[in-house]
C-alpha cells in the first residue's frame, strides 16, 4: 500500500458504523482513487471533504462516488513493484533523452504520473504493460520531434 492510499484510508477510519467505506483505484484518468463514502456514511461526507482537502486532496462527488486525486512530484513510498523490468528502463532511457523544452504541459504530466501510480498499485504485469504503453508513445513522439512529458526520472528507477 502507498503513502497517498494510507493517507485517505487514515482519513476513512470510523467514519462509518454500518461498514467500512471502499477505497479503489479511479477508473477516470484525472483522479487517483475513488471512496464510495457517501453510500456508507452520507453524514460524514461534508467533513471528509474538508479533511482531504485541507490535506492537499482535490475531491469532486460524482455518482454516489467521490473521486480523489493528488499529484505528487516524486513517488509515494511503496508505490511500485519491486523490481523495475525492461520496459521501466526503456522509459527512463528516453526520459534521459528528452528534448530539451519538451512538453512541458503539467496536466500531461499529472495523467502519466496518475498511470505510473495506479501501475504500481496493479503489480509488476500492470506495471509493466503501462511502461510499455509509455516507450510506445514517447519513441513516436520523440521520432516526430515532439517532447514528451517532464516525469521525474524518480518514477522510473528502484526505490
Partial sequence: MNAL???L???LEGLSRTRRPALRRSLREDALYATDLP???PEAVPGFL??????GWTAEERNGWIDLDKVPEAPPAGWKPEKPGPETACCLSLLRRRRPGGNGDPEETARVIRRLIKAGEAGGE???AVCAGLHREWAVRLRQGRGIPPVPEAFFTEE
Avoid: L
Fill in 5 to 7: 492510499r494510507e493517507e
Fill in 9 to 11: 484510508n487514515r482519513a
Fill in 39 to 41: 453510500a456508507a456514511a
Fill in 50 to 55: 474538508r479533511t482531504v482537502r485541507e490535506m
Fill in 126 to 128: 500492470g506495471w509493466e
